[in-house]
């Protein structure tokens, strides 16, 4: 990365999971929150020559805008 290269994420199963490991991996080997996250979002869209990866105005995008709830009770949930 330091040397130039694009650090692109992602895996080829259907389970989120492994992509939040890989990120973390990253992670735990010196890569900032801010490079992993574009790992997983901008870098895969610009290896693949595509438009996308980030939100901007007139672009498509699949959001999901949820109201905030605080981090124990959504701990909770997740749990369960």
Not at 8 to 16: I, K, L
Not at 55 to 69: H, N, Q, T, V
Request: positive net charge; contains cysteine.
């Amino acid at each position: 990365m330091r040397a130039g290269g694009l650090i692109v994420a992602g895996t080829d199963t259907p389970n989120a999971i492994n992509l939040h490991g890989e990120l973390m991996s990253c992670m735990l080997a010196g890569m900032s929150t801010f490079d992993a996250l574009k790992a997983a979002t901008v870098n895969p869209a610009k290896a693949l020559g595509l438009d996308a990866g980030t939100i901007e105005a007139g672009k498509l995008a699949d959001l999901d805008r949820r109201r905030r709830r605080s981090a124990g009770r959504h701990r909770e949930r997740c749990t369960r």
